[in-house]
């Protein structure tokens, strides 16, 4: 029995409700209309500015949501480990960006495994002729080739290589070894920091497709397609914005990698889409918007003093390192009770309780249902194996599994 425990129709009656209490609390659900309208809407965004997408999967780790994503028009997938590119993978998917290093034997061997299927075309990134000699290495033993995609980095930041002349000295090692292709120029510009960065996250970006550029005057790439992708869930609107001016030639392959879009937040990631709003005022005419359609749901199990408030809700169950999170609803025996949630605020969370300061005439009880959004949906999503999708009544429309 998972946490999340949903009673099976068949054992109710009819479909399991939420503010019936016919599932075990807490329980993590989505918003399955808002869901796709999520989904529609970065989709929408990336056709507009005529840019391939393969989204950062790693957010949900649900097999159900990559199908989604794809048949939408997601051209491939991101993920950040072997493992997670296998379980996509076993999904149906087949255009597959590993944005990271491929390190390790047995991690090797998991996508060598995966590659006997010829229809796969997996890439990952590189940044050390160490790393690319042992791919070499690996994958001639195993008579295959890897296709790796040079990643370009910042002082002070994550992986990547910081100067042209670690990208030349890689160019020309992948070159020596007929077990490696080089097919790109990956980045990840969320690790761009100062005091104006959405300068230095343009000159970041144009600093990749410069390099691109002079790459393949100097025929470095081993693939008629050449291809060039970055953009978290912060900047996509910069990404683009410099891929459509950039007058890139016609076999290149512009690819967006945001993730978070799927779930939303009401924190970091609102905030960061409030952002995106004002500098590109243009995506307002895109139907829709994003919105939060992640919540978790739990149970008051203590009201100890008056203005305190004890929720079976911990660490163990929903995001806290980007801001504790929030009630946005309450019921209590099926009904919805008025509340000014923004004047309860959560003090304390531990392994499986949240501690809500509230106002001392606040009308609430043990047994109440609050539902909370979250800020950073990624590590929300991680502590839970299966989550439900429901309607707008709470009716539960189809319970999906994730695979972290």
């Keep these: 029995m998972e946490k999340g425990y949903c009673f099976l129709p068949e054992e109710i009656g009819g479909s399991p409700n939420l503010v019936r209490e016919e599932i075990s609390l807490p329980a993590a659900v989505i918003f399955a209309e808002q869901l796709e309208e999520n989904l529609m809407w970065m989709q929408e965004f990336c056709d507009r500015q005529g840019v391939l997408f393969a989204p950062h999967a790693k957010t949900t780790m649900t097999p159900y949501i990559f199908t989604r994503q794809r048949k939408i028009g997601a051209w491939g997938l991101t993920f ?30 998991i996508i060598a495994a995966m590659q006997e299927d010829r229809d796969v075309n997996y890439f990952c990134v590189v940044d050390s002729i160490d790393n690319v000699r042992d791919l070499a290495d690996f994958f001639a033993e195993h008579n295959q080739t890897l296709n790796v995609m040079i990643e370009l980095g910042v002082p002070g930041g994550r992986c990547g290589c910081r100067t042209d002349k670690q990208v030349d000295r890689l160019v020309a090692e992948i070159a020596k070894h007929a077990s490696i292709r080089l097919t790109g120029i990956e980045f990840y510009e969320g690790v761009v920091h100062g005091d104006d960065p959405e300068i230095l996250v343009r000159q970041f970006i144009e600093r990749a497709v410069s390099t691109l550029k002079r790459l393949m005057v100097e025929d470095a790439f081993d693939d008629d397609q050449v291809i060039a992708t970055g953009a978290g869930s912060a900047w996509y609107d910069i990404v683009a914005d410099v891929f459509s001016k950039a007058d890139l030639p016609l076999n290149v392959l512009p690819v967006l990698r945001p993730g978070c879009y799927v779930t939303h937040d009401c924190g970091i990631y609102q905030d960061a889409q409030d952002k995106v709003l004002l500098r590109s005022p243009s ?32 660490k163990r169950d929903v995001a806290f390192d980007a801001g504790y999170p929030g009630v946005v609803r309450h019921f209590r025996k099926g009904r919805a ?30 047994g109440d249902m609050l539902a909370f959004s979250q800020s950073h949906p990624c590590l929300t999503m991680d502590k839970w194996r299966q989550v439900h999708l429901v309607d707008n009544h709470f009716n539960v429309t189809e319970t999906v599994s994730t695979v972290f």
Excluded at 85 to 107: E, P
Excluded at 292 to 313: R, T
Excluded at 350 to 359: G, N, T
């Design 80 to 109: 950040a480990t072997p493992v997670q590119i296998y379980n996509a993978y076993r999904s149906g998917a087949r255009n597959l960006i590993m944005a990271n290093q491929l390190v390790g034997r047995a991690n090797m061997k």
């Design 283 to 314: 995506l307002c005419e895109i139907p829709g918007e994003l919105t939060n359609c992640l919540e978790v749901w739990a149970i008051v199990c203590s009201v100890p003093e008056d203005g305190k408030v004890v929720v079976n809700l911990g």
């Design 337 to 366: 009770i008025a509340s000014n949630f923004a004047d309860w605020q959560a003090t304390e969370i531990m392994d499986q309780h949240l501690m809500i300061d509230v106002p001392l005439t606040t009308d609430i009880k043990p």
